[in-house]
């Protein structure tokens, strides 16, 4: 006995992510997959399909999903994708169910038991399985590097002959995953690096890892450890102090996000127009709208002598390493439910209750299900990066 196990090919414009990696496959063999994969899952990543050892290509999509007991995906599948797959089958992939309501609908008629990616708790023993934070680092680092190559100056300071330069100013507006690891980044280039965040527990993190932070005194802690909305009135004291910041800043990055909301606009037309020449913001946030007044998600414009670059599906943009990463989060969550060559799933397990979106045919609560007992309590929050300290 074996569980059928099939990948799909990516089919969004701007994905170039593959959930499954060659590293990652003797290790799901060894808890009793039988793998499949569509021809050319891993092409944008240059990972032919010769790269994949004991792994079974299927060209024709119907043909690989039909007889899989578990389908493994990076975006959401396409509804027509969720009708090819047998009764009571498995999903795990991002699903964003509040965007995707036709895809969320198929996945109850089918009666698919489906793990969104989203959803993994946000707990100390969920961490391996936390893609949201896997991919968010990646972006993080990312926004450093693309910020570099739009300055027409250095991060550090360098001292020549002619004379000594840099190093430049970064300041990071939301210390999440992403915001921390930018300033880990940038410090780690020789940049002075300043952090803001609403939650003031980012404060110490946002110092050890060689930061200054911007105390605004405003404190927005929300439910579960994210941010809230601010006030009209608090949006503008932070603006009030955020503004020379980002007046001397040579390089902006800005993550700041809030759950299932619009990105928080925290840079208006105003502060870009006073911002220095030859500055640059990247705004990770694009996906959301962006924290810029002057934001254009997926472009990068000049406005005035200020460059915004904005975009879109960042991990996607550092493929490989992204797919390593998420498909190792998708192993270690199938790992709690696959064992002796079976899918056997422990609805007591806060982890896998947690991240259920559907199962048959209804919505889950995010809670263990009725009568079942109580999850442990080891639900404690902390931040994923071992370098700082928990909140
Ligand atoms: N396993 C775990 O325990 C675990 C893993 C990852 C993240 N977390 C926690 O989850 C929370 C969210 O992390 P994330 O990376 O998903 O964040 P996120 O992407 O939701 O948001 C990014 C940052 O933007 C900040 N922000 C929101 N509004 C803002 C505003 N108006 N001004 C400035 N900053 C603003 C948020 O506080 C957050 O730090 C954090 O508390 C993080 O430590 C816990």
Redesign the pocket.
Known sequence: MYVNVAVLKETQPLERRVALVPSVVPKLIKLGAKLHMQCGAGDAIKLGDSAFEDVVFIADRKALVGDADVVLAVQPPSPDVIGELKEGAILISFVYAEKEKALVQRLLEKKITCFAMERVP???R??AM?A??SQ?ALAGYYAVQLGAIHLARILPKITTAAGAIGPAKVLV???????LEAIATAHRLGAVVEG????PE?QEQALSLGAKFVETGVD?RGEG???RV?SAEEKAK?AEVLTAHIQQADLIIT?????GRPS?K?ISKAQVAGMKAGAVIVDLSAEGGGNCEDTRPGETTEVGAVTIVAPLNVPSLLGQDASELYAKNQYNLLALMMKDNIVKIDWTDAVLAGTALTHDGKLCSGNPEPGSKPPPKSAK????RPDVKA?
Not at 173 to 179: H, M, N, S, W, Y
């Open positions: 946000r707990i100390t969920a961490q936390d949201l934070s968010s507006i939301g210390l999440g995953v992403a915001g803001y965040d609403v939650r980012t927005a450890g994210y941010a601010l932070v993550t700041a996000a809030i759950p928080p925290l929050p902390h931040t994923t909140a």
